[in-house]
């Protein structure tokens, strides 16, 4: 039943989660539902808690994490994920992080890195690939502040300072006149403090792009908060990880309005 939905939404659907992202985002704040891989202990609670998620308002899996993730846990993963009528993306921290089984690609550079790998060698390698597989590409900017994490750890990241609004507003406005759609400011995954509102409104009071915002985000009231500064799209992961039932709440909270 489920599955006869996904494949008459996923033609619908293909080629165009962008505009479906660009256009909802025109009428609300989105929610992305982060899904490590390697944080899923077991099948069981995939289901479960994908279906909350999807219940709840989130408006698209992204599928990602840094470490542990191999090809059949993804694809295990993306299996799931299918049957729901929202977009499955990719969140790849590298080349091991694509499959065909998703709807689109964040096609990412980490553009404060110190190692050209992560701003253009991955790029290089990944997109032959994907090209081959024809999945759709969020052309982004990934951009990591103050704690950086794991992501922020391996990814060298030259971390821009929580307090420094200007690096964050330049650095936005570089990718925008690279032509990248999507800018992502991201604290790093379990980050203790999130990217603090007055970064998100200086960069977009300067830029056009879509606005991702991630990391240590917990609460309602911190992503009601976050998106009312001017954030586009609220990322958890955490969250979902450990306490379903506060993610359910954050995403009424922020979709809802
Ligand atoms: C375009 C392609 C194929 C690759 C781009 C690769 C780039 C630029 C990666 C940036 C650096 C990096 C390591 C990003 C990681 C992004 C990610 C999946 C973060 C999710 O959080 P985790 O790092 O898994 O956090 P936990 O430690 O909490 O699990
Ligand atoms: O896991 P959390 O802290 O919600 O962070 C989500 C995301 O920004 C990580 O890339
Ligand atoms: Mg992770």
């Not at 990718?175 to 203790?192: D, F, I, N, Q, T």
């Not at 500064?229 to 954050?250: P, S, Y």
Request: a positive charge; charged letters at 20%; aromatic letters at 8%.
């Amino acid at each position: 039943m489920l599955m006869k939905k996904k494949s008459m939404i996923a033609m619908k659907m293909k080629g165009k989660i962008n505009s479906y992202i660009q256009q909802l985002s025109e009428k609300k704040t989105l929610h992305f539902s982060l899904i490590d891989p390697d944080k899923v202990p077991d099948y069981n609670f995939l289901v479960s808690t994908s279906k909350k998620l999807y219940d709840a308002g989130t408006s698209a899996f992204m599928v990602g994490g840094t470490l542990g993730v191999s090809k059949d846990k993804l694809d295990s993963i993306l299996d799931i994920l299918q049957d729901y009528s929202i977009p499955v993306i990719l969140f790849p921290s590298n080349i091991n992080i694509i499959s065909e089984k998703a709807d689109a690609i964040m096609f990412m550079s980490l553009l404060n890195s110190d190692d050209l790998y992560y701003v253009i060698g991955a790029q290089v390698v990944a997109a032959p690939i994907i090209k081959r597989l024809g999945l759709e590409i969020l052309p982004t900017a990934y951009i990591i502040v103050g704690f950086g994490g794991t992501a922020g750890h391996v990814g060298r990241a030259r971390v821009i300072p929580f307090d420094n609004s200007d690096l964050a507003v330049a650095y936005s406005l570089a990718a925008e006149y690279l032509g990248m759609k999507y800018v992502y400011l991201e604290a790093g995954s379990g980050s203790p403090e999130t990217v603090r509102p007055e970064m998100i409104a200086a960069v977009k009071k300067s830029t056009s792009t879509l606005l991702m915002v991630g990391g240590g985000i917990k609460s309602a009231d911190k992503a009601k908060l976050l998106a009312s500064a001017g954030a586009n799209i609220i990322v958890t992961g955490n969250l979902i990880e450990n306490d379903i039932e506060r993610a359910v709440k954050l995403i009424k909270a922020i979709t809802n309005n």
